[in-house]
């Protein structure tokens, strides 16, 4: 598609806005691989109109993710700014505030996994991002706070496994996950740093075997 001043018709822009919310849905429910032509029937649209607007996957994620990938990058900036006098404030106010978007549009992580080669917008946001984790984690090391022997690539699991306990207990204890964030920021604290109390109550044992029960059911279902 090449650039073009004018305006889009208002049939054509509301067309365009029908198929990026029916986007944003899709992939909040069901990942950023979910099958695009669902999406243009949710749009009220046909097959035709949403490869018009959007003849890539790539480019319908660059209309529904830049935002929230912008978003992202906003707050690793704010984190960096905090962390030049707090680095540990820094470095525990990002995991915190990514483990909230998680929860709220549950896609943090899978915005920084997916392979955006073929969307270089989404791809130099989130080169942005990464470094600027990076420099979030280096400013703890170098100031004591983050122990010395952590690595890097511990943050992404770390992300990764905040990821997962929201998918597992979200509908049972929507909340629970903040308590999860405390106890694992607690394993990157350098000996020495003062530890804060844990937020939330712990899980209850019934909480924990229906959100179990429903981890299980949809592969029941499919066998």
Known sequence: ????????????????????????????????????????????????????????????????????????????????????????????????????IEARRTGFSELMTTDYREAPGLLALRVAVQDGIDGLFAAGQAAGVVRSDAALAD???????????????????????????DLVLDGFRAPGVPRTPLSGPPLRGDQVRRAMAERHRPSRQKA
């Open 1 to 100: 598609m090449t650039d073009d001043p004018r305006p889009l018709r208002r049939d054509v822009a509301r067309n365009r806005q029908s198929l990026v919310d029916a986007a944003r849905s899709a992939f909040t429910d069901h990942g950023l691989q979910a099958p695009l032509e669902p999406i243009a029937v949710a749009a009220g649209l046909g097959n035709a109109t949403l490869y018009r607007h959007f003849p890539t996957r790539a480019s319908l994620w660059e209309a529904v993710l830049t935002e929230p990938m912008q978003e992202v990058l906003d707050l690793v900036e704010r984190c960096l700014e905090l962390s030049a006098t707090d680095p540990w404030a820094g470095f525990a106010t990002f995991v915190r505030e990514t483990a909230s």
């Open 155 to 181: 943050v992404a699991v770390l992300q990764l496994s905040i990821a997962e306990t929201i998918r597992t207990f979200g509908r049972v204890a929507p909340t629970a996950y903040g308590r999860w964030v």
